[in-house]
């Protein structure tokens, strides 16, 4: 939810279907950080997947896991906690597998989403 200055209410900005794994709705969110655009990431504890909303969409797209809960560099296990630093980097805590896993968000020339992992 995002509460604007003085509002009575507040206006849902990811999830909000009930709980599920369709692009629409979320699981257990656990960690939520917005972007200097005002794109929304949330960390879906239960559906072991990072989420990503750009501002005013109606459903949001899988960034990182959603390919089932496991160990691989592509998966997640109850993920509970994101930040983004300096450059872009976007941190990911995958509690059930007791790791921290860094990846790089870019934008490129026409503004489309990429991230990958980084080995390093």
Same mark, same amino acid.
């Given at each position: %939810?995002?509460? %604007?200055? =003085? &509002?009575?209410?507040?206006? !849902?900005?990811? =999830? ?12 257990? @969110?656990?960690?939520?950080? !917005? ?6 990431? /949330? &960390? ?6 990072? %989420?990503?909303? @750009?501002?005013? &969409?109606?459903? +949001?797209?899988? $960034? ?5 809960? +496991? ?7 109850? @993920? $509970?906690?994101?930040? #983004? !630093?300096?450059? =872009?980097?976007?941190? /990911? ?19 489309? #989403?990429? $991230? +990958?992992?980084? &080995?390093?």
């Amino acid at each position: %939810m995002k509460w %604007m200055e =003085g &509002a009575k209410q507040g206006i !849902v900005v990811a =999830g909000g279907q009930g709980k599920g794994n369709d692009l629409t709705q979320l699981s257990s @969110p656990q960690g939520v950080v !917005v972007d200097q655009l005002g794109t929304v990431y /949330v &960390a879906d504890r239960g559906n072991d997947r990072i %989420m990503r909303w @750009p501002k005013g &969409a109606t459903q +949001g797209s899988v $960034i990182v896991g959603g390919n089932g809960k +496991g160990e691989q560099s592509n998966q997640l296990n109850w @993920p $509970i906690g994101l930040s #983004f !630093v300096r450059h =872009g980097n976007l941190y /990911v805590v995958d509690w059930e597998n007791r790791r921290v896993q860094k990846f790089t968000i870019d934008f490129n020339a026409q503004e489309e #989403f990429r $991230i +990958g992992l980084d &080995a390093t």
